[in-house]
């Protein structure tokens, strides 16, 4: 009999301070997850808590953190060389191949960046794979900037609208997100493209209106939902939303059903 | 009004003067504040046969018919006989002379109660059972008590307000693996009691039993059925309570968690020490003055008296009174005036 | 095969019994309850038939035997996860047709959703036989033949209790040696077939219409009327939610275990993420989920019955009397209205 809720320990390879708030933590492990999956981090004495992969490699994972809960904030007193244990990958990650040649457009508020983030990186490094990518990403403020090289190599290959939301600093825009979907050329897309929208939830829900506002069809937008978890193996009930279980069927979802997903 | 009244007397038998010359007002006692709804055909009956036809819930719970003439209270004690033997001798064993003279003395007041765990969510016991366990032991007697009995620490009952309160306390117990650690309890006791209940590191609850009321909140929240009362059933008695004109005072706690044995060995101690301190003299005054004027040390040891206290007792060490005073320094009298205890010359 | 046994025969069964299974059974837990002086019946292992509780319904369902309120599933020092240990013996639980009803709905989230097996819950459901206990009259708050769960087909024994005898009717070959040489006995298991009342079971057109439905103002009285203490869930004998906790050993910080404890939609915080945002702040909101889970959500997922047995369990432990059947018939109202408001 397996035991689908027993974690693993896994080394902590490296620690990158993306922030005050934010942590980036490698950890060594050999998992090949999908795009948008995420996995049970778990301290024994404090907790469990459902993260997503930012980036994942051969024999490493990435998870960008933020110190929100008692999970997280015991996570950020760890060092390199500590066990932290993990299970999963569990959900369905992004459509990536579905989505393979088309036009991209992402749209990302805060940490909402980071379960795209091992996705562009793959579309940076295969510039193939899709027709074009468009970035926005929002950021509350200068001190919240997560992933800074990261957004800097991208701007080299990918159309990007970097904006904080009250800051006014070089080379950034001010202004909420949903500010620049309407600068995306969707209408020389040849309808062969995807919006794909990660944030908090009242950023995910204007900016698909937004989007809608700007002619992209139902179809083509994407979102990921962020929810309390437990089990993340569909006993616990907290992440159930009607008869959808976001562990099991999301986090990533259709546009098409998300919007019908009221809590 | 031409008429030759024994007013001391016609008080003894619980009859009340009133304003109007030759009008007096029977008061029925109602041990526990509890009885048979079928009396109320006799109040009605009094009421309108020898009364004036209003009734007036008493304010020591009794049930009170003003208007009666003097000359119709021969009729009234008669007609109150039956009354008076189901409800002291039956229902609460008293042993009483059958007689038709009314009540033979209203030196221990009724005792008043709330009403219980029989009905209400947060009492902790059946105060009126309690209450017809107390009431041969007090009654009749010429000596003086009130007695205010409550099901729990909200002390519906006003037993601060009287020489004893009997208030319910339950000793809980914690089940704990039954705790889902909702916190329910811990925001009832900081919100309805003395907030000794706290949430643990892993989210199950810790107690600080020093000051817990023995409310029971914790037990009336509890989705889980995590907290449960003991079975045993505890009581805090309070004493010295009182209202009144010169130094109206809340009753201060004499024992926490008391059982029903000591409760009913300090209350039967009472008249004793009544009977000591007022050198055998029956006058009416309140409790807390006669603990005054013996002291509490004396009262404690008379009141205890062949008591045995129960291992979860505690008893006050000393009493900290807080009268409303109103009229400063009414305590400080000259020396000859003040009241003196125990037998005298 | 039908046997009848008296209290001290059926005594002696359980102790030839207990050698291999623990038996559960509703008890009555004395002066436990809510408020003063009132007992709770809740299951706990018996070993003599006066301990079953026969003529009233538990108060908490029979789902704590087999997931207790908290359960241990590991044991942690700083560098491994041992996972708890298994039961030895097997299990008999003593419930009524509903009960076995509800546990189908256990099963199907532990064993089944998802496509996960939950080890902790497997672990016991395959050690457990259930003997039924007949119910022909119920209680004031049961409904089951409206949720059609009045009847149950899966027991390895059934019983019926009288002053004199428990007559028994045994299925399950491995119970039928422990009946050698008792008396047989002839009987017909009975089921109830109408409950006090009956409660009509909304049927939900489509998203749209669900949508409408939980905008409807219907909820909003629960904003005054409900606690949110969770009660309902708890007794609830197909809920199944869970949080997992995990907690340090006070004499060893190093060392601890990671436990789950039962958790409910209806306490607020339930869907409050690390940092604090939730999604269903009020009363009304959480009801509103609670009974659309119950008539609508499990069954859209999974296709066959709605999550609810109608053991009535919820209404009865609500300390503000709120009925679910109430809710339920409100919310077939509300559709109405819905519909009525559609057609215009």
């Known amino acids: 009999m397996t035991n689908p809720v027993m974690p693993k320990a896994h080394r902590i390879l490296h620690i990158n301070r993306e922030t005050e708030m934010e942590y980036t933590f490698r950890i060594e492990a050999d998992f090949v997850p999908e795009h948008g999956q995420f996995f049970q981090l778990s301290v024994p004495r404090v907790g469990e808590c459902p993260i997503s992969v930012s980036s994942f490699g051969e024999g490493w994972l990435e998870f960008t953190i933020r110190a929100v809960g008692k999970v997280t904030d015991q996570l950020f007193s760890m060092r390199p060389g500590d066990e932290l244990f993990l299970r999963g990958p569990y959900g369905k990650g992004w459509p990536v191949e579905q989505l393979r040649g088309k036009h991209l457009v992402f749209v990302t508020g805060g940490t909402g960046l980071a379960p795209v983030k091992s996705w562009l990186n793959k579309l940076y490094d295969e510039p193939g794979m899709a027709e074009s990518v468009h970035l926005i990403a929002g950021f509350k403020n200068e001190a919240g900037i997560l992933f800074k090289p990261d957004l800097a190599r991208w701007k080299e290959r990918f159309s990007t609208h970097y904006t904080l939301d009250n800051d006014q600093i070089e080379g950034w825009n001010t202004g909420l997100v949903t500010k620049f979907i309407p600068e995306i050329p969707f209408d020389t897309f040849g309808g062969n493209y995807a919006v794909i929208i990660v944030g908090p939830p009242v950023m995910m829900h204007f900016a698909a209106l937004e989007a809608l506002k700007n002619g992209v069809p139902e179809e083509k937008i994407w979102v990921s939902f962020e929810r309390k978890m437990s089990c993340a193996v569909g006993k616990c009930g907290h992440c159930r939303i009607d008869e959808t279980y976001v562990c099991l069927e999301g986090p990533v979802f259709p546009y098409t059903v998300a919007k019908n997903l009221l809590d | 009004m031409n008429c030759d009244i024994n007013i001391k007397q016609l008080q003894k038998n619980c009859w009340r003067q009133s304003k109007v010359p030759g009008e007096f007002m029977l008061q029925l006692r109602v041990p526990g504040s509890l009885i048979e709804a079928k009396h109320l055909e006799r109040v009605v009956y009094i009421a309108n046969t020898w009364g004036n036809g209003l009734f007036h819930v008493g304010m020591r719970h009794t049930l009170n018919v003003p208007g009666v003439k003097y000359e119709n209270i021969p009729a009234v004690n008669a007609y109150i006989k039956d009354y008076i033997s189901q409800v002291e001798n039956e229902m609460c064993g008293v042993e009483m002379e059958e007689s038709e003279n009314g009540y033979p003395t209203i030196g221990a007041r009724n005792i008043m109660a709330c009403i219980g765990n029989r009905h209400c969510i947060l009492a902790n016991y059946n105060t009126q059972e309690l209450a017809k366990k107390i009431e041969p032991l007090i009654f009749p007697s010429h000596y003086h008590i009130k007695i205010g009995m409550s099901g729990c620490p909200n002390d519906c009952g006003k037993g601060q307000c009287n020489d004893f309160g009997i208030i319910g306390q339950a000793k809980m117990d914690y089940v704990y693996d039954r705790c889902i650690g909702c916190g329910q309890c811990v925001e009832a006791c900081k919100k309805h009691a003395t907030g000794v209940l706290a949430m643990t590191e892993d989210k199950k609850v810790a107690k600080d039993a020093c000051c817990c009321l023995g409310c029971g909140e914790c037990a009336v929240v509890c989705p889980a059925g995590a907290w449960v009362r003991q079975p045993k059933k505890f009581f805090r008695i309070t004493i010295g309570g009182r209202t009144g004109k010169h130094t109206p005072r809340l009753g201060k706690t004499f024992i926490n968690f008391a059982t029903e044995e000591v409760v009913l060995g300090v209350l039967g101690n009472w008249q004793k020490f009544s009977a000591w301190v007022l050198d055998y003299k029956p006058v009416y005054m309140h409790g807390g003055h006669l603990i005054d004027m013996a002291g509490y040390e004396k009262f404690k040891e008379m009141i205890l008296d062949g008591v045995e206290l129960n291992p979860e007792a505690k008893v006050a060490q000393r009493i900290m009174w807080a009268e409303s005073e109103m009229r400063g320094q009414i305590n400080v009298i000259p020396i000859g005036e003040h009241p003196v205890a125990g037998p005298q010359q | ?344």
């Open chain 3, 1 to 344: 095969m039908g046997y009848s046994l008296n209290h001290r025969e059926t005594n002696a069964l359980f102790d030839r019994l207990a050698a291999e299974y623990k038996i559960y059974a509703p008890k009555r837990f004395a002066k436990q309850g809510r408020y003063s002086d009132t007992d709770i019946v809740r299951y706990d292992e018996i070993h003599t038939a006066e301990e079953i509780v026969w003529d009233q319904k538990s108060d908490f369902s029979a789902k704590e035997v087999l997931t207790p309120v908290t359960e241990p599933i590991f044991y942690f020092t700083e560098d491994e996860y041992r996972e708890s240990g298994a039961p030895k013996k097997k299990i008999l639980i003593f419930l009524r047709p509903c009960d076995i009803n509800a546990f189908e709905h256990q099963d199907r989230i532990y064993l089944q959703n998802g496509g996960f097996c939950d080890s902790y819950y497997q672990r016991m459901r395959e050690k457990t036989r259930f003997v039924l206990m007949e119910c022909t009259e119920g209680w004031d708050t049961c409904f089951c033949c409206s949720m059609g769960a009045n009847k149950a087909e899966e027991y390895s024994a059934a019983v019926r209790h009288t002053e004199e005898e428990i007559l028994w009717s045994v299925k399950d070959e491995e119970l039928t040696p422990y009946f050698a040489g008792c008396q047989e006995a002839d009987w017909q298991l009975q089921f109830i077939e109408k409950n006090q009342f009956a409660v009509k079971i909304p049927e939900i057109a489509d998203k749209e219409t669900l949508a409408k439905l939980k905008k409807h103002p219907m909820w909003q009285e629960y904003n005054d009327r409900c606690v949110s203490c969770g009660s309902c869930t708890l007794a609830c004998s197909t809920c199944t939610c869970f949080t997992t906790r995990d907690k340090i050993y006070s004499e060893n910080a190093k060392a601890g275990e990671r436990r789950r404890v039962h958790d409910s939609c209806q306490i607020a915080g339930f869907d409050a993420m690390a940092g604090g945002h939730g999604f269903r702040t009020t009363p009304a909101d959480r009801i509103r989920y609670r009974a659309l889970h119950k008539v609508h959500d499990y069954k859209a997922r999974f296709g066959d019955y709605h999550m609810c047995v109608g053991c009535g369990r919820c209404s009865a432990r609500c300390p503000k009397f709120i009925s679910f059947p109430a809710i339920i018939n409100k919310m077939s109202a509300a559709l109405e209205e819905i519909a009525a408001e559609a057609s215009k």
